[in-house]
């Protein structure tokens, strides 16, 4: 079992930046994937960026080149610096662990990028 807490959101205007950190507690050997999605009022949950367990990245294409997410050996943070936010990019955003057999999804954090 994997518990996931995620921090860093907030209120930012557009063009600003915010680091968002999810911390894991529990057994993440078995952890393949971990990642960020997010959801917008009244739409679906998308995928942000995840980081496979051989440290290849994958990137929304609304996001390339403005958000860059990190983790440690051990899976126990996982981090997404956003930079250059734009207001499209308000939505609860979530931390996500995945194994082969498991899924696991903090509580979410908002995020609100308003001038």
């Known amino acids: 079992q994997v518990q996931l807490v995620e921090s860093g959101g907030g209120l930012v205007q557009p063009g600003g930046s915010l680091r968002l950190s999810c911390s894991a507690s529990g057994n993440t050997s078995r952890i393949r994937v971990v990642g960020w999605y997010r959801q917008a009022p009244g739409k679906q949950r998308d995928l942000v960026a995840t980081?496979?367990?051989?440290?290849?990245?994958n990137y929304a294409d609304s996001v390339k080149g403005r958000f860059t997410i990190s983790t440690d050996n051990a899976k126990s943070t996982v981090s997404l610096q956003m930079n250059n936010l734009k207001p499209e990019g308000t939505a609860v955003y979530y931390c996500n662990y995945r194994a082969f057999v498991a899924n696991y999804w903090g509580q979410g954090t908002q995020v609100t990028v308003s001038s």
């Open positions: 980081i496979g367990s051989g440290g290849s990245t």
